[in-house]
């Protein structure tokens, strides 16, 4: 069973800085395109950045020049940096991979998975 595992929210003040990692798990052929998503209370889940593995990568417009995502390909991990930090940066954060496992013999299937989320709140 393929678990994405995050780690390194928390309560930090304006202008502040974070790091977040995500960690594959279990047995994975490959992994495509990876993600940080983010998710305010009473708002829709929406696009933070991506990356993909070739190590292009993809950022929301309120994050640009704030944020870095980068990855591991041979670790399967993943990171978001977040510097300078606003309170409206403030939400659950999820990691999001696509990832391609083997269902038996020679066949392999791609299934998009989710973190549980991690907390950041940005707040004075």
């Known amino acids: 069973q393929v678990q994405l595992v995050e780690s390194g929210g928390g309560l930090v003040q304006p202008g502040g800085s974070l790091r977040l990692s995500c960690a594959a798990s279990?047995?994975?052929?490959?992994?495509?395109?990876m993600g940080w998503y983010r998710q305010a209370p009473g708002k829709q889940r929406d696009l933070v950045a991506t990356?993909?593995?070739?190590?292009?990568?993809n950022y929301a417009d309120s994050v640009k020049g704030r944020f870095t995502i980068s990855r591991d390909n041979a670790k399967n991990t993943m990171s978001l940096q977040m510097n300078s930090l606003k309170p409206e940066d403030t939400a659950v954060y999820y990691c999001?991979?696509?990832?391609?496992?083997?269902?038996?013999?020679?066949?392999?299937?791609?299934?998009?998975?989710w973190g549980q989320g991690t907390q950041v709140t940005v707040s004075s």
């Open positions: 999001n991979a696509e990832i391609r496992t083997n269902v038996g013999g020679p066949y392999y299937k791609w299934s998009h998975y």
């Open positions: 279990a047995r994975i052929d490959s992994i495509n395109v």
């Open positions: 990356i993909t593995s070739g190590g292009g990568t």
